[in-house]
């Protein structure tokens, strides 16, 4: 059974601090994604990586940053928490080629305060 | 930019009902379309995956078609139960690295 992981269900942290959120997969996926989920707003791609040590921006990559060591591991990481970027992030990956089916993590609910 | 919409918003009807829900995508130019389904404050399970050169997917009681020329997609529930009730999610993948969601449609089935 395929996997994506998120290391975490619920964050709470406060501005200004450096935040990490990681997602591990099992399905050795070249492609690996990360969304914000904000109500009225849907699903917002931040940044994808499409190999070790890839990375391209997304829609909205401003105030975060990706990290890609290892092929099963992507980390978004938030360099100064704010309020505003307290939503539902969520992890995905997918095989290439692009015709595969999109797999995603159980996301992860971020407060800042 | 690929722009996908999804009417309604939210859908209330009576368990063992019938129902449909819509998608639509502004540029036909897609490699698949991928329908998902997510619980309150849950990540995203995936339910069925229709490619550009197909009509339609089924799975149980689900069944997703694709018009790629209109620009659209169904996904049909057939005898709807109180479990189906979550936001369901279409998903259009244009190239290799994004998908365009839409915004959902919540549904609510009522015992």
């Known amino acids: 059974d395929v996997k994506v992981t998120q290391s975490s269900r619920y964050l709470v942290k406060r501005t200004g601090e450096k935040v990490f959120l990681e997602c591990v997969q099992d399905?050795?996926?070249?492609?690996m994604f990360w969304y914000r989920q904000d109500p009225g707003l849907g699903l917002r791609l931040i940044y994808f990586?499409?190999?070790?040590?890839?990375?391209e921006k997304g829609d909205i990559p401003e105030g975060y940053s990706v990290s890609r060591e290892k092929k099963e591991r992507f980390s978004l990481i938030l360099e100064s928490a704010s309020t505003n970027q307290t939503s539902m992030y969520l992890c995905?990956?997918?095989?290439?080629?692009?015709?595969?089916?999109?797999?995603f993590g159980q996301g992860t609910r971020l407060t800042v305060v | 930019k690929q722009e996908v919409t999804q009417i309604p918003a939210a859908l209330s009807v009576p368990e063992g009902e019938n129902l449909v829900l819509n998608c639509s995508f502004t540029?036909?130019?897609?490699?698949?379309l991928q329908w998902f389904r997510q619980d309150p404050g849950k990540g995203l399970t995936s339910l069925l995956l229709?490619?550009?050169?197909?009509r339609e997917q089924t799975s149980g009681r689900l069944n997703a078609s694709l018009d790629k020329s209109s620009g659209r997609s169904t996904l049909y529930i057939a005898a709807s139960q109180p479990g189906d009730s979550a936001t369901y999610l279409c998903?259009?993948?244009?190239?290799?690295?994004?998908?365009?969601f839409g915004t959902g449609t919540r549904l609510t089935v009522i015992p």
């Open positions: 995905a990956s997918t095989q290439v080629p692009s015709v595969t089916e999109a797999f």
């Open positions: 399905m050795d996926h070249e492609n």
């Open positions: 990586s499409y190999d070790v040590k890839m990375k």
């Open positions: 540029d036909s130019a897609i490699y698949n």
């Open positions: 229709i490619q550009s050169s197909q």
């Open positions: 998903a259009v993948k244009t190239g290799a690295n994004n998908l365009f």
